[in-house]
């Protein structure tokens, strides 16, 4: 199906030969661009993670639209804000979250295609016990503008829990009531 598979997966940061978490991640993905094809498969896990997070959300914005110009079909991972809005109003790009258990703040591992996802690190904090001094003062931190998009992401996720528990009681009553029948 695809003639290669290139990935960045993982940290290959080094002490020993200067690399940081960013440039070894930079360095695979430079490689990765040089010889990508239309018939590639692309997987990079956190892409932009380890510096500056403005700096990142640009690149990695950068480097997936020359993957997109590309043709090659690429899968990747992200915690930026900006490249869930960029995916958002894109035509040729799809956000995807991994769906979370909201009651024990635990990943499900359900892959759910077209919504973007939220990290919960506001909430995690709290429920690992960070102090509350803290964690109010992150919430501040970060903005309205940003609690604010991370709780309509999370009310519309507890919606379509809520409506897929509706789906599976209407059939189950429309099976119920065939068979009465």
Do not use: C
């Amino acid at each position: 199906i695809f003639e290669n598979i290139l990935t960045d997966i993982g940290d290959k940061q080094s002490i020993e030969t200067g690399l940081s978490t960013f440039s070894s991640h930079l360095i695979n993905i430079k490689n990765i661009l040089k010889y990508t094809t239309r018939h590639s498969l692309i997987l990079l896990d956190e892409l932009g993670t380890g510096t500056d997070p403005n700096s990142s959300m640009a690149i990695a914005q950068s480097i997936l639209e020359l993957l997109n110009t590309k043709g090659a079909k690429t899968i990747t991972t992200t915690h930026l804000t900006n490249l869930k809005d960029w995916a958002a109003h894109s035509d040729s790009i799809e956000n995807a979250m991994m769906k979370f258990d909201y009651d024990n703040f635990m990943p499900t591992y359900e892959f759910e295609l077209g919504m973007p996802g939220n990290s919960y690190a506001i909430e995690i904090s709290e429920k690992i016990g960070l102090p509350k001094k803290v964690v109010n003062r992150a919430k501040k931190l970060i903005g309205n503008k940003t609690v604010k998009l991370e709780k309509l992401i999370q009310d519309i996720q507890k919606k379509e829990i809520q409506i897929d528990s509706m789906k599976k009681k209407i059939a189950s009553d429309s099976r119920k009531i065939t068979l009465e029948k």
